[in-house]
């Protein structure tokens, strides 16, 4: 059988990242990449084996499914691009920056029967899949608390630009809104107090969320905080049972009205791995040889953007949003 | 001098605390204490030299201060009743388990010219008053993540029963509100989300805060979770900073954007020394001898009952409160 | 039937902890107490409804059973006399601070026909039983790593003076010595290392042990290090396995290849339980009734005298001791 | 100027690791690469830019300095013939895996005018940097407690075949050897037990060290244990100080009486940085374009090999080893 032919948008951290994963997998052919920055291109290029090319569209031709892996202000246009052009794609969250360019991304996907994956990682981290086991196979959960908080919005430089990241919340955060559904089902209602401290927009967010299956949540993200460990931690409360994580390093549970404590540590993972990188590009390849649904797909992106700005419209309103 | 004649109206667990902890204390003598249970009386009263008596009324008029330290819902009668006496009160926390018991409390702490306190001891837990005092002198806070659960409503068996503890939140978690009017001031509104799982009254909790400084705050109070350390944690964010409480045994603090923590561990402490018990029941005497107000007054006590009757309303009502 | 009348030598920190939890025994009287501090005996005589006496023979006369719970010097002497005189007893660590010594106790406890327990309570802590029957069930230790240090010498103030305590290793580091032996068996030979640094005596020590199946452990104890948790840790290592315990609070077991951990943990426990105050005088009470052998026999005790004496010699004459 | 070029002998894990961390060295250029499974040679050749060869010599002849990181075993011959041939030479750790090939490359570095650096990596390690300093600018340590366990030998699959590791100690515990002499200073005797359990070697260490500056040490290192973490650490005893790590994530210091902690934490670090790889390779680098000596020598190389062995005659005569 012919190797699936990869191309690259956007050759920064994340694209590396893929590249390297793909590079290693057999089905697999990385063969066009492209950058705004041509050297980061080339460089790419040279350490995967791709070609470097002058434009997106050379590498949606040249390519069988492509990595949409910019900037997230650019993701709508390329990721919409691709999926017209009938390729496969794997788009990195968000999906979208706002709310009618997840719309338009959607229809996009749903038009193209090809697969349309979005960069969901964490849902494949151990840590992640692992809780979801349990709280699907073991425990009901009945309520939550959950955080996300960043040192700084500093390291890299873009991380702190909205008119790069679309907004502190769909930079890093959005991992935690798509986390809770997949973890707890759909949102029912929101509502959300921000502030501005350190950076020109809404850094720092206290979020209660009800699901529609009467699950209650908590969830704090602060882009002005510290690297405190674990500064991503998701904490489950279900019948005389907590589960908790410590970033994508390990998982806790603690069963029983005593003090027992079982903890799966990812300790010894190398971070693609750990983090789930490896997983969904693994996956990606999986649905587009056995012509399945994607493990996120477009839908999901949706939704993560969906909660994301329903979550900056609380905050401005001081509504109750409903969903 | 003379010494400080103090009487204890209950004799279970907590006035026993507090009894160890006078007794040690030079400026004190411990001259009567009841409980409705004669056997426990006659017990704290054989090991604290304290004279078991057949009513309050007998404990009042041997005293010169009263321990309030019966089940909860018995406080606001026997508070009320002590400071109309004219004798110096420590009445435990809650000082009532609705809010019109609370006013009829501090009215009567009003009217009285003697020393009232409530107790909230995790003020004076070394862990709580060092956070304080980082937020007082060296950072200022602009959201916080609190939560507090419990593995059961089953040991000790009242604690699962709403006619002895005002309801659950009453019991324990009335310590968290009093803490967060302690570090952030005067709370402005709330929200709440609560279910009800294992036991016969709303027992879950999840909270969104908001405070008349703009710091905004999530809070989490599960009766149904486990014995999970730290089953309570305040978190704190700042500029570059985070400030965490494991339970009251360690206060770390992260500050700027590498990973450097300085942790104060309470461990080598007694339980009554850690809990801030030794402490609250020091400055009480203090606040008698030197005719100073006491560290946590009535109104302190007025005000953690307010919440907690706000959140019991905005759970049933669906209504963000105002105060 | 009778209640079995216990009497205290020692009315310290240790003596009122026994008689505390003897007070809460159905099946046990509290009949006398003495020291040489008249003062506190009168003090434990309240509070434990004894009857404070002038020495030690009015103790022995008084009671079934005896506890010895002077400082360390003075074990030898009253444990023989309460022996010598038929009774039962409870000799706390270390039963003599020297081998001879130790050999007049063994005697007379051996010639007696009454119980003669040994005060090793770290025995009976839930973390050390629990480790001991994972260790005889489940898996076969091969090697070991144990500490034990301290943050100072000062607190209190006698410990830093040998002519009380009989040497730092007398204190303390017995604990290790005899949970050693009751983890891995009997001791086959002994290096050791030490230093004198801030006080009067040699007081750090880094021990190599081989014992008789041929498991091999390294020990290290300073009076001179700081109060870090956990001060007190044994490790060990089985096949695929490790397991570790944290003071008196945690154990964790570790099996397999991957990083999955199990940890017990004790922290709702109250301290005479967590570090095996409660057990073992209950045990000690079981024995006299069921007069069956105690559960630490002077033998045990014997033995870890032995040992900390090799380990002096050790370091004096830098020979490898054996068995 | 002109760049230096870089060949690199052997192809594995670490030397992939070394030709990123070069690849990102400006002031470098990887020239040539070698390993005797050529298609690991040809993809590292691919990623690195550099240029696949089919010996050892046409690497030397390429190259202005040799990266020598084939199996252990092989580090002697091809260590010696590049100082031979007036290359300057990095060599992985060991040096050789026994003392008389450690003397002959010794010997050859000696000779030779070049630059020869040993790939003791942790002395890079942030942690284990940072707590040299502390104990050369704050703190005297007056004892140590160091262990180095494993999970297994089973991946990579080599690493419990002696004839390519040279010995379960040659593999990693070597390390631990060269960070004590690092920290201490030189080693003046040693005692030590071994077993063997699963291995087909000697796989169960227990060590007792003395140091020259009256330092002692105990030391342990299991190939059979589990990989809980920290499965390497080191902890550090001082004049009411104890400091220690966990692997190399983090740097635990506790100063004084109480319980204050002071921890920095790598966790934020790319793995090359927090395990020193990068900083190696770039004081190397250093070395050769400022003409000064290495920050880990040859003599430093031996010296570890000289320690192994010493441990390894340790434990099968029984003997006191001193140096």
Known sequence: MNKIRIGIIGAGYIGTVHAQVLGRDERVELAAVHDLVEERARRLALSSG????????EVIEASDAVYVTTPNTKHTELAVACAEAGKHVFCEKPMATNLEDARLVLAAAERSKAVFQVGHNRRFAPVYSALRKMLTEEAVPHSAHVKMNRGELINPEWVGDPTVTGGF??????????????????????TALGSSHEYPETDDFSV????????????CSSADASWLFPFERVEVF?????????EMEALVSSEGMEGKEVT??????????????????????????????PAVTALDGYK????????YRAVRTGERITF
């Open 50 to 57: 791709a070609t470097a090319v002058r434009s997106p569209e």
């Open 169 to 190: 919340l769909y930079e890093t955060t959005i991992h935690m809104f798509d986390m809770m559904r997949f973890l707890f089902g759909e949102v029912a209602q929101m």
């Open 208 to 219: 209660l969320l009800g699901f529609e299956n009467e699950l209650h949540a908590t969830l």
């Open 238 to 246: 279900c019948h005389h049972r907590t589960i908790s994580t410590r």
């Open 304 to 311: 993560s953007v969906q909660l994301v700005d329903a979550c």
């Open 264 to 293: 799966l540590s990812t300790h010894q993972l190398a971070k693609e791995e750990k983090w789930g990188y490896l997983q969904e590009d693994r996956a990606f390849v999986d649905s587009i040889l056995a012509q399945t649904p």
